[in-house]
């Protein structure tokens, strides 16, 4: 249903659940990096009513799910440290294609928030099947289905500003890249993506 080019390697689920304080602690600002880059396309594009309508809840969401993600740090004793440097977003953000109009840019933004959603969803489905815990895996599930939300709302959204199959074809693309940027990334048990 995400349509990704790219399966997350096996390894990855295994590594994951044995360094659980680790990805939690990586999941937590993954959910203020979510909502601080909504709040960012509210403040470059503030005439798009019906964007910033959905985008404002869409932050609302992601900043309760940083509060759950808090929540579950502290029942095991742990705090934010400091932020991480998110090697897969960085390198995602450095496809973004400048220029245009601003229709074409805020696509641009919108499609590039679908694919970091989709590959979330696709990691916390994987954490939600291989966690044995049944508190977190109903944790991880109902991320799972939250993200799985946010995807398909960018991706419509996009489809709303630029003709549909400008965007499929972009679209195309930005999983082509994702697939290629993830293929040469080490695989971290301690790092969502
Ligand atoms: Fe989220
Ligand atoms: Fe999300």
Redesign the pocket.
């Given at each position: 249903m995400l349509g990704l080019k790219l399966e997350t390697d096996p390894r990855w689920a295994d590594i994951a659940s044995k360094s659980l304080e680790d990805i939690l602690l990586d999941h937590a600002w993954c959910e203020q990096k979510?909502a601080s880059s909504g709040i960012s396309l509210i403040i470059i594009f503030p005439e798009y009513r019906e964007m910033v309508d959905e985008v404002t809840e869409?932050v609302a969401?992601?900043w309760s799910h940083f509060e759950r993600v808090l929540g579950e740090l502290k029942k095991r004793g742990l705090h934010l440290g400091k932020a991480r440097k998110d090697e897969y977003v960085i390198q995602l953000a450095a496809i973004e294609k400048k220029g245009g109009s601003r229709d074409q840019q805020l696509v641009e933004k919108l499609l590039l928030s679908a694919m970091i959603?989709a590959r979330?969803c696709e990691r916390f489905k994987i954490l939600y099947e291989q966690l044995e815990n049944p508190a977190l895996k109903k944790f991880y599930y109902e991320f799972m289905v939250?993200?799985a939300g946010?995807y398909t709302q960018f991706l419509t959204l996009a489809k709303k500003y630029q003709p549909e199959n400008d965007v499929k074809n972009r679209w195309a693309e930005i999983l082509e890249a994702e697939s290629a940027i993830l293929k040469n990334l080490e695989i971290r048990g301690d790092r969502v993506h």
């Open positions: 979510a869409i969401e992601e959603e979330s939250s993200e946010h």
